[in-house]
């Protein structure tokens, strides 16, 4: 995988990062962002999104992980940018999330469809929205979006 044009977080030299492709959404209802509130150890927020599987496209794994992550299917429009995250999983794992950021549309809403019991879907005001994720790419995403 090759790296990023943009890179966030910190990595630490004497760790060894999984290098994930990922895909996550920008969706905008009404002037607010959804986000997904994990509610693990710490609680935290992220946009809907996440690894892309073998044999997916990021377009495929977006709409795959908005249905597990909020029940609602989305169509992606526009890949706003690529970038990558260094973090740490709930599970302590180290990981390097690297890929598209997208803006899309919803297409209909299921409930029974969302599986991640501890993803709660949240709209949020842009700007309170960029407090509270967790990741500073999708703040990126967030401002590039504002910024047009």
Not at 15 to 31: C, E, I, P, T
Not at 112 to 119: F, L
């Amino acid at each position: 995988m090759t790296a990023p044009a943009l890179q966030f977080g910190r990595a630490d030299p004497d760790v060894d990062y999984l290098h994930r492709h990922a895909a996550f959404g920008l969706l905008v209802r009404d002037g607010r962002i959804a986000t997904v509130r994990v509610t693990r150890d710490t609680p935290y927020h992220d946009l809907p999104g996440g690894a892309v599987e073998a044999g997916e496209t990021e377009e495929q794994a977006l709409v795959r992980e908005f249905r597990e992550e909020t029940g609602l299917t989305v169509r992606p429009l526009e890949r706003l940018l690529e970038a990558g995250q260094y973090f740490r999983k709930s599970d302590g794992a180290p990981v390097n999330n690297i890929g598209g950021l997208w803006t899309v549309e919803p297409v209909s809403y299921d409930p029974a469809s969302k599986v991640e019991d501890d993803h709660e879907l949240v709209w949020l005001d842009p700007h309170a929205a960029l407090d509270a994720l967790r990741h500073d790419a999708h703040a990126w995403a967030v401002t590039a979006w504002l910024r047009r």
